[in-house]
């Protein structure tokens, strides 16, 4: 059976389009729907220690939209309303985006994606199907607190990055805006905010992301 003849509310036809996603994403197999934004700017001169430090960042945000899209996937499995289910398809689309960004700045400068990659895909799609599974007002407040998150941290590696990088400031700025409109349309969506303690367990999470992905 071919992708057009399956039926996406079928949990089997549901499954298998997910695998063929997941496999997709980690092995780049997925195109960008728009166009890179730095596609046009002229890459800057950076030293060694400027472009490993800029690759180590990329690595992490590339590890990060790998994240995004298994989470994405395992909510959307276990959505209930149809209208949530397609606004998370929606958003992971456009973190796919991201992704091939990620990977085409990874590649100029030289860095490769982090080797824990498929561990924390499967780690995230079991968070993503387990918060699905709580209810699609937490669900859909878990994409808020996480996008609020994914903010702070790009918020952090635009004031890492060295002034003269343009190339990789304006990816990360296009992500910032898609990333903040996300986590709003969550919340509008009927999203339930999550407390501050929670929020702070959650960067306590990331952070193990982040510095893992960051050297591997």
Partial sequence: MNSAQRNPSDPVDQLISGFDRALKTLT??????????????????????????????????????????????????TARDPIAQRSLLDAAAE???????????????????????????????????????????????FVEATEAQVVEH???????????????????????ADEARHGAHALEMGGEEFSAMVKRGMSLAAKLMTKSSYRI
């Fill in 28 to 77: 780049g197999g997925r195109a960008a729907q728009r166009e890179n934004p730095a596609k046009q700017i002229q890459d800057a001169e950076l030293s060694d220690v400027e472009k490993r430090h800029v690759g180590g960042l990329m690595r992490v945000n590339h590890t990060g939209e790998v994240c995004a899209q298994a989470l994405y996937e395992g909510q959307a499995m």
């Fill in 154 to 176: 790009l918020n952090e590696h635009l004031d890492s990055i060295p002034q003269n990088d343009a190339k990789t400031r304006v990816i990360l700025q296009a992500m910032r």
């Fill in 95 to 141: 973190e796919q985006d991201h992704l091939n960004w990620c990977a085409q700045r990874l590649e100029e400068l030289d860095a490769k994606p982090s080797v824990l990659d498929p561990l924390f895909y499967g780690a995230s799609f079991v968070l993503g199907a387990g918060a699905g599974l709580l209810g699609d007002r937490v669900s859909l407040g």
